[in-house]
């Protein structure tokens, strides 16, 4: 998905800006970079990450780096912040988001005789794409509500000037942005969680579409919400950060409060109850405050080396670290029924090694809890993850399985309780050997959150498509 990180400030805010998208590594995996505006003009540096942290990649360049503006990016794309001279003025530019149309755009590009500079070879950069189209208006303004508008998909953006900073965030508010105010400086941030360490306050949420300009004194709205909102509610469920508040919602609060709400559809007997780490932990910890059953931690990860389970590109890789960073222990699961809370189930490949982990090391009965209703639909607007195609839903493979061809009945499915969407779970139990499994319902999902459903964008789940 990634995350952006913005700070205007009356004195040099290299590290602010440096901390700050450090703050948002658990976003993506691709590459990392920063822009800093001083007196010489606009500096950047950008490296890939996906073989070390950014903060390893990043270290030796602050001394270079200097300016009292800057931002910050973490991409699952393209490689940002682009530095873009325009008849508006130069300005740095970072995006988060998935642009649908780029190839509409990019042909529309062509013929008015526009040209890209980055192109990898798979289309136009999407980052290259928004500022193309802002820069065919005549004011920054102008030009942002331009690229909103235009795009299918979704696009938050920082772009930064001499001047300051404006901060859009996208049409139907899929992604945050929040301004926060500090001493003598403002940022803005994806995660609230980089603020409190940085000594920023949140000072405002933006809604969808709203664009607002920062200086070092303050900041202004430019364009005011619009009505409709369709924020990712997987944002609370698995990749936000616990400590990071969304409209005003924490995201813990929100993983407790689906631990809860599983454990008042359960009296399932068990000897206690554990989290898969990182994300899992709030959603069982909520369970078991519910319950009033033992929290215990029969995995642990090896946390001095390992990140979250999903960094690595390929799979393989992936599967080699979802493997290696959990330990079992062993003294605390021999002999025990255990009930386990899990954010999501994506492929469900981790999860059977884990599994079956837990029967190599002598557990008697393992059940699995899960915080959100089964996905049966890939995400289509955020640039979620690249390994979530339809085919590798763990859901729509056990769709085919009861069908015996795919893609039918799929609203069935998505009804809980339903004959179709027990036989689908049922499926996914056998696969996965547990011995019982159960899913959130959406109403109570829905309900954790504590936003309007037509506020929130529930697509992977139900299906719902809100453009
Ligand atoms: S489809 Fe799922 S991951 Fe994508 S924006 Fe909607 S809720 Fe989020």
Redesign the pocket.
């Known amino acids: 998905m990634g995350g952006v990180f913005g700070v205007v400030s009356k004195k040099d805010c290299v590290q602010e800006v440096f901390y700050g998208t450090d703050y948002h590594s658990h976003l993506g995996t691709r590459r990392g970079g920063l822009s800093f505006h001083n007196d010489e003009g606009f500096t950047r540096s950008i490296h890939n990450i996906e073989n070390d942290y950014f903060r390893s990649k990043f270290e030796p360049d602050l001394k270079k780096l200097h300016g009292s503006k800057g931002i910050g990016v973490i991409s699952d794309t393209d490689s940002q912040p682009l530095i873009i001279a325009s008849h508006l003025g130069t300005f740095a530019i970072v995006t988060v988001g998935r642009i649908n149309n780029i190839d509409a755009l990019r042909e529309r590009a062509l013929k008015k005789k526009l040209h890209f500079a980055e192109n990898s070879g798979t289309g136009a950069s999407p980052t290259e794409m928004v500022a193309m189209l802002i820069c065919e208006e005549n004011s920054f303004e102008k030009g942002i509500e331009k690229a909103l508008e235009w795009i299918e998909g979704s696009c938050s953006l920082l772009l930064l000037t001499e001047k300051g900073l404006f901060a859009a965030r996208d049409r139907l508010g ?1 992604t945050p942005l929040v301004i926060g105010k500090g001493e003598d400086a403002y940022a803005v941030t994806s995660e609230t969680c980089a603020f409190p360490n940085l000594g920023f306050e949140v000072d405002h949420f933006l809604g969808p579409g709203e664009i607002t300009f920062l200086d070092a004194e303050g900041w202004e709205q430019l364009r005011a919400a619009g009505d409709r909102m369709q924020i ?3 944002l609370w469920v698995y990749y936000g950060y616990p400590a990071s508040d969304y409209e005003g919602i924490n995201v813990e609060s929100v993983r407790n409060r689906c631990g809860a709400a599983l454990a008042r559809q359960d009296d399932v007997s068990i000897d206690f109850v554990g989290g898969i780490p990182d994300s899992g932990i709030g959603h069982a910890l909520g369970y078991t405050n519910q319950r009033k059953i033992p929290y215990l931690r029969p995995f642990v990860k090896y946390t001095p080396t390992w990140p979250r389970s999903f960094m690595p590109q390929f799979q393989q890789q992936r599967n080699l670290v979802a493997k290696m960073k959990l330990i079992p222990v062993k003294a605390l699961i021999e002999g025990k029924r255990l009930l386990f809370c899990e954010d999501s189930i994506v492929r469900g490949t981790q999860l059977q090694d884990n599994v079956q982990n837990l029967y190599d090391c002598g557990a008697l009965e393992v059940h699995m809890r899960v915080a959100c209703p089964t996905l049966i639909h890939p ?4 640039n ?1 993850s690249t390994s979530r195609s339809t085919l590798d839903l763990a859901g729509r493979k056990a769709i085919k399985e009861v069908e015996g061809e795919e893609d039918r009945n799929l609203n069935l499915y998505a009804q809980a309780g339903s004959e179709q969407n027990l036989a689908m779970v049922d499926r996914i139990r056998l696969r996965l050997r547990l011995t019982s499994l159960k899913y959130q319902r959406l109403e109570d999902l829905v309900d954790a959150v504590g936003l309007p459903k037509e506020k929130l ?4 789940w139900d299906g719902s498509s809100y453009s």
């Not at 995400?379 to 955020?382: A, P």
């Not at 964008?457 to 992977?460: A, D, E, K, L, Q």
């Open positions: 899929r990712c509610t997987f995400c289509e607007f955020i979620f964008c529930t697509h992977c």
